[in-house]
């Protein structure tokens, strides 16, 4: 063993520890090279093309879709609709998941039944649950079929301008609201009970105490979950296909949807990538801009 | 190092295992699997398929041929997918809507040759006016196997109980006209049951009330393609009656509404005539096939068209397209005319269709489907359909409210396409 302690082995320790540790994360880099980076190069570099699959064409035509991009006369309509959706989901989505989230707070009896029931939707396939909610929605539907039993004659939800936005949202934050509210209800959980006694021996309302203690020991949740619902909101697609198709009219065709008719209805797959950029682009600006919020308004302990 | 052989030795057997592998695809050249892309999952038409396919077997022993049905509302859209994803099947039906963008594609395998070729083909007896819209410079890129009128399903049952009168009589009286084929369904309507349905319509694909407004001598858009006639008066006066049928009358289902016509809820459906297969088995109403209503322009017919192509990238589109020549030639034609009425002369007479369509009686084919077939105008389809049928789409769902404008409304629409049409 003298001699050959003179000449270090190749494998030593160090680099049989990276080898190891390579192999571990291979799978998951793997993925993300496979199925995240190289589709998003591909599709920058499809964006500078005119391809029509249909057409069988692919010619490079430089940043003519992103000309196309600036004069696009829908375009406008369409981030109208994307913007009204991620708003009307985000504030309904949080503060109905807070307030479940509160309530389900409360050491009472069967509170276990509740959680249970109202995270639910969560594990239910997405399309399964809006195929059903577009059967309730229909004009002569199951929603307004109860309704009719109060004496209201509902509106024709899918069809109506309005109404159409307002029941996907709705559609949406019901599936959705119950993986918020496990993570608010986390929070709630993780606030020091001391810090609630003491503000009551200084006489703080219950208010007071939701709004001084509550909202900034969660508020790190709080960041969290706008983003996820944000970026969520951003990518809505399902819903838009199963109950509206975009319509009535253009009133409900968001970004993604737009993106989807571009590239796989019409065939214009160089546009299509291009509409994925920008979209790529929104939710990158809105994450950054929300990342410097957090330090002016997300409370750390440490 | 002991600790590495297995790494070794997975190594050196991946390097024999590779090139056989590979060489797998060669053992198995010999037998070719064929996949159709088809908008029909119905029994009785995956049944008659697989019963060609099984005779193609006989002379090509090694050829398997399978039928992937795709959602008809969503078909052109997954076939495109499909296409751009690499993943083209062999052969595929198509509509007559996206005949121009698939024709002029050049993704399409040419058949003329093939086809004229075939044993027993007789190209000559296939009415050469259906082929027009498949055909490019002379060569034809799919081969209209469906050339089917549409005609109006009625159920005489919810007529007769709703005290109306029916079609048959209405055509006995020279009074089959859409006025008075509204008034029965208005009047089956207040009975609680639906009137009239325009199947597949569902306030999206709007390119089947051709079977109306045609009556009106309405289209779409100029015979060259060039100009949007949404605007025209004809158009401008048969939309209003529809939308009349509708909101006033609700003569039609209204928007967000469904009924099914062939599970009894109905009392008459505008279709084609392959949808004859959803006839109820069971529990069966009293049914019966008419011609589409006279329109103040006069009687008309229309005609859906499906064609069946083959993608020039398969590797096996020879074989395909022998395939094809196999379940067009006129014996295979005269099965497929039970649901999917042929182009062949020789198979549109009443004697003929009798034979493989024991469903309808001698006055029904001779009536919808031969004098449809003879007279019947196809749907008009476009270059870039899918964007304009978008548009028309959009734009006339501000029409289904109850006080729509229809002029404004026929206005936005030409605005919206008139630029498309133009490309």
């Not at chain 2, 193609?56 to 399978?66: E, R």
């Not at chain 2, 390119?207 to 158009?235: H, R, V």
């Not at chain 2, 083959?310 to 094809?324: I, K």
């Amino acid at each position: 063993m003298a001699t050959q302690s003179r000449k270090r082995p190749f494998w030593t320790i160090e680099r049989r520890d990276a080898v190891a540790g390579y192999a571990f994360i291979a799978p998951q880099l793997v993925g993300t090279l496979v199925f995240v980076l190289i589709p998003l190069g591909l599709v920058f570099w499809y964006s500078l093309h005119e391809w029509n699959v249909l057409a069988n064409s692919f010619n490079f035509v430089g940043d003519a879709n992103y000309q196309l991009l600036l004069r696009d006369p829908s375009l406008p309509k369409v981030l109208t609709a994307s913007a009204i959706f991620s708003a009307g989901l985000v504030v309904l989505n949080m503060s109905l998941a807070l307030l479940l989230a509160i309530l389900l707070d409360q050491k009472l009896r069967g509170m276990v039944v509740f959680r249970t029931l109202f995270f639910s939707p969560v594990v239910v396939s997405l399309v399964a649950w809006t195929i059903v909610w577009s059967f309730l929605l229909q004009n002569n539907g199951g929603i307004n079929g109860f309704l009719q039993i109060v004496g209201i004659t509902g509106p024709n939800w899918l069809r109506e301008p309005g109404t159409a936005m307002v029941s996907v949202v709705v559609v949406q934050v019901f599936k959705n609201v119950g993986l918020n509210m496990i993570l608010f209800l986390a929070a709630l959980q993780g606030v020091p009970k001391e810090l609630y006694e003491a503000a009551r021996v200084d006489g703080a309302s219950a208010w007071k105490q939701f709004r001084r203690i509550t909202v900034p020991m969660i508020s790190p949740t709080i960041l969290l979950t706008s983003i996820i619902t944000i970026v969520g909101s951003l990518q809505v697609f399902a819903q838009i296909a199963v109950l509206t198709q975009g319509g009535p009219g253009v009133s409900t065709t968001v970004l993604v949807y737009y993106l989807y008719q571009q590239a796989f209805q019409f065939h214009y797959f160089g546009y299509g990538s291009t509409l994925s950029i920008l979209l790529f682009l929104i939710v990158a600006v809105l994450t950054f801009a929300q990342w410097q919020l957090r330090k002016r308004i997300v409370f750390y302990e440490n | 190092m002991p600790k590495f052989t297995p790494l070794k030795s997975t190594v050196a057997m991946a390097s024999l295992m590779l090139p056989l592998a590979w060489s797998g695809t060669a053992w198995a050249q010999d037998a070719v699997n064929l996949r159709m892309t088809i908008w029909s999952a119905n029994e009785a038409h995956l049944a008659l398929f697989n019963e060609i396919a099984e005779g193609f077997k006989q002379s090509h022993p090694n050829v398997s041929v399978t039928f992937e049905p795709l959602p008809f509302d969503s078909y052109t859209t997954t076939l495109t997918t499909q296409i751009a994803g690499g993943n083209a099947p062999d052969l595929a039906w198509i509509f007559e809507t996206s005949a121009v963008d698939f024709v002029n594609s050049g993704a399409l395998f040419p058949l003329t040759e093939t086809l004229t070729a075939a044993e027993g083909y007789d190209m000559a007896d296939v009415t050469p006016g259906p082929l027009e819209l498949w055909s490019k410079d002379g060569t034809l890129f799919a081969y209209p196997f469906s050339t089917s009128p549409f005609g109006v399903f009625v159920n005489n049952d919810v007529i007769t109980a709703a005290g109306a009168q029916t079609p048959a009589e209405m055509i006995e009286a020279g009074t089959w006209t859409w006025d008075n084929a509204i008034a029965t369904a208005a009047t089956v309507a207040e009975s609680g049951k639906t009137g009239l349905i325009v199947r597949d319509f569902e306030y999206k694909t709007w390119q089947n009330l051709n079977t109306i407004y045609a009556g009106w001598g309405a289209t779409p858009w100029t015979e060259d393609g060039k100009t949007c006639t949404f605007t025209s008066p004809e158009m401008v006066e048969a939309m209003s009656f529809i939308h009349d049928a509708i909101f006033t009358r609700k003569a039609m289902p209204g928007p967000g509404e469904t009924a099914d016509f062939f599970a009894g809820d109905a009392a008459m459906t505008v279709t084609q005539i392959s949808r004859a297969s959803l006839l109820p088995k069971e529990n069966a109403f009293d049914w019966d096939l008419v011609p589409l209503p006279a329109g103040p322009a006069g009687e008309y017919a229309m005609i859906g068209q499906a064609a069946i192509g083959v993608f020039a990238a398969s590797p096996n589109a020879e074989v395909a397209a022998e395939f094809l020549g196999y379940m067009t030639n006129p014996e295979n034609s005269a099965k497929l005319s039970q649901f999917f009425p042929s182009a062949r002369q020789s198979l549109l007479t009443a004697e003929a269709l009798g034979k493989t369509n024991p469903l309808l009686s001698p006055e029904q084919l001779e009536n919808v489907v031969i004098k449809g077939i003879t007279t019947g105008k196809v749907i008009p389809g476009h270059t870039g359909f899918a964007q304009i049928q978008q548009n028309v789409r959009a734009g006339l769902d501000s029409l289904w409210v109850a006080d729509a404008d229809v002029p404004a409304v026929m206005q936005s629409i030409c605005d919206s396409i008139n630029p498309m049409l133009m490309r």
